[in-house]
């Protein structure tokens, strides 16, 4: 048979989308051979089972492996290898000192805390069925976070709790110490701290809670014990409005980091002081930067569990640690975390300063306009030449959504990514964001079909998008044409923060 040379390409076509759903497939199967692996683990570690099968695990192709060549051969060994990995490091986790037990909300920062200051590898379990029985039983343990579900349920298991215990009916540390099993609430002394680091005062005043079912109760007792005056617990569940009008304090307990389950909030002739954001989903929820937009005094949450850990890890080891330091250590990993976000007019530089800050700061840099031509093919400039504004912001909307969940990366959108308000609780999630500000006349219009016209059209696009700019922006930098200068300077900038 003679191919011509469009068959042979569709040829081609055809063989590459049969190698990429095999692609897919190989990645399914290898991630679930894995999980089930992890699962024959835990279930021995869980349930002491003594007797272990060191092969169990191993991954098993001996009757056919002789017919395979040797890349194959050296595929097998490598899963082989990664396998035990895994094997070891659930090992290690059954045999650990410290670990953290429930709902993931605030492990991060708990894993870092125990990690840096007791030198000791940290773990998390999962919530599954049985776990606290199991793991109450075992013998290495000196320290376990006790988180959502498990707070009250461990209690039951425990020879003794502190008062704080008894009132609360939370526990979030348990200390195994001489055979016992100590329950702690160090939630109250993180609220505590928090409370007096800002300098705020409960007494008579009148307080919101904005709570979820599953929520802390610690709060509700922190206020009394403060002689707080009137307390309202709003439940998210029941409805979604809420008026801030008689209160001089609220207490956000819930997620909402995303804008669907964000509540209305009427924040019209309110008396409100701190808006006290103790959700550990994101850096700054939409709830938060509302509240700071409306000119209300707002408190990150990350404090709290700062300090409740502190006091963790000082009953655990009986140590006492600075403040100051401890503060200074903590906020670094923190802001390790956050994004830098760069904003601007079309050709102010954001894509080059960018690429240079990601590298002075060694960091992931990601360009909005090209993950927009990876996700839908064709480049931004070449679907405005085509397309519509609108359909365009829509789609690139869908992109920044999707930048939402990073972290420690250097964003560089594109000019008009202001044109929409989504974006903004998009990229401010976990970011800071800067914007870069060249005078008009020098602004690089190739290729970016909407500078197109001259000097009118950036004037026109500027005072439409001013107010927007100003919105989004945190901190403002000039380019005067040093580009490389300017990535040092936001760099210093962010290093000096104060979170
Ligand atoms: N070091 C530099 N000195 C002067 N001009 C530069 C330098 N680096 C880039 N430029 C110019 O600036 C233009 C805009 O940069 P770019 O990073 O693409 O901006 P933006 O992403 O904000 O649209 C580039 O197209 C180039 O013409
Ligand atoms: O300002 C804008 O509306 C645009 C800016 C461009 O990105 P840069 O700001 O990186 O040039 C690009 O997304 C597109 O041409 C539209
Ligand atoms: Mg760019």
């Given at each position: 048979m003679n191919?011509n040379?469009e068959?042979?390409?569709k040829?081609?076509?055809y063989?590459k989308?049969?190698?990429?759903t095999i692609?897919?497939q190989?990645?399914?199967l290898?991630?679930e051979r ?7 683990f835990e ?5 002491n ?10 991954i098993?192709?001996?009757e056919?492996t002789?017919e ?6 050296e ?16 090992l290690?986790?059954y045999?650990?000192?410290y ?5 993931k ?7 870092f805390i125990?990690e ?8 998390r ?7 606290i029985?199991?793991l109450i039983k075992r ?7 006790i988180?959502s579900?498990?707070k009250?349920?461990i ?6 709790v ?7 009916k939370e526990?979030?540390l ?42 802390t109760k ?6 009394k ?16 409005i809420i008026?801030?009008?008689?209160f001089?304090?609220?207490?956000n307990?819930?997620k909402?980091?995303?804008l669907?389950?964000?509540?209305e ?6 008396n409100?002081?701190f808006?006290i954001?103790?959700s550990?989903?994101?850096?700054f929820?939409k709830?938060?930067l509302?509240?700071k937009?409306?000119?209300i005094?707002?408190?990150?949450g990350?404090y ?8 963790s ?5 009986r140590r ?6 401890f ?8 802001k ?5 976000v ?19 700061l060694d ?7 090209k ?7 064709i480049s ?7 397309r519509?504004?609108e359909?365009?912001r829509?789609k690139e909307?869908v992109v920044?959504k ?5 972290t420690?990366?250097v964003i560089?959108?594109?000019g008009g ?12 999630t976990?970011?800071i964001?800067?914007?870069?500000d ?5 602004l690089?219009?190739?290729n970016?079909p ?14 439409e998008?001013?107010?927007?700019y100003?919105y989004?922006t945190d901190f403002?930098?000039?380019?005067y044409?040093d580009?490389?200068?300017?990535a ?5 900038q962010?290093?000096d923060?104060?979170?």
């Open positions: 191919l040379n068959d042979k390409l040829k081609i076509e063989i989308d049969k190698i990429s692609d897919e190989i990645v399914e290898v991630d894995f999980n089930m692996g992890d699962v024959l279930y021995i570690y869980k349930n089972i003594d007797l272990i099968d060191k092969e169990c695990n191993q098993n192709f001996s056919k002789m395979y060549d040797e890349y194959i051969t595929f097998l060994d490598y899963l082989t290898d990664i396998s035990e990995k895994r094997n070891n490091y659930i290690k986790k045999n650990s000192k670990a953290y037990v429930g709902e909300s605030n492990y991060d920062l708990t894993k125990y840096k200051f007791l030198d000791e590898k940290y773990y379990f999962k919530p599954e069925e049985n776990l029985e199991n013998k290495n343990f000196i320290g376990l976070n988180a579900p498990y009250t349920e209690i039951k298991y425990l020879d003794n502190t008062d704080q215990v008894q009132e609360i526990v979030n348990v200390q195994f110490y001489r055979n016992r099993k100590f329950g702690f609430n160090t939630e109250y002394f993180g609220i505590i701290k928090l409370l007096k680091r800002h300098d705020i005062e409960l007494k008579d005043k009148n307080v919101l809670i904005i709570k979820k079912d599953e929520s610690t709060i509700e007792y922190v206020l014990s403060l002689n707080a005056g009137n307390v309202v617990i709003h439940n998210l569940n029941n409805s979604n008026n801030f009008k008689n001089n304090i609220v207490f307990l819930t909402f980091s995303s669907e389950v964000a509540p909030i009427n924040y019209n002739d309110t409100l002081d808006l954001d103790i550990t989903s994101t850096i929820s709830l938060y509302d509240a937009n409306h000119g005094k707002v408190i990150n990350v709290k569990t700062m300090y409740q850990e502190k006091k890890i000082e009953i655990l080891s006492r640690f600075d403040d100051d330091e503060e200074k250590i903590v906020t670094e990993f923190v390790s975390k956050l994004n830098i760069l904003v601007g007019m079309p050709g102010a530089g954001k894509t080059t300063i960018g690429k240079k800050l990601a590298k002075i960091r992931k840099h990601i360009d909005l306009d993950e927009f031509a990876s996700e839908y093919g931004p400039s070449k679907y405005l030449l085509e519509s504004e359909s365009f829509e909307s920044v999707k930048l939402a969940n990073l420690n990366t560089s959108t594109s990514v202001v044109q929409k308000l989504d974006n903004y609780y998009y990229l401010k976990n970011s964001i800067f914007r870069i060249r005078d008009l006349e020098k690089s219009t190739k970016r909407l500078s197109y016209g001259g000097i009118e059209t950036l004037i026109k696009m500027r005072d998008r001013e107010e927007k100003k989004f403002v930098v000039k380019n044409g580009f490389n200068g300017v040092y300077l936001i760099a210093e962010f290093k923060l104060q979170f």
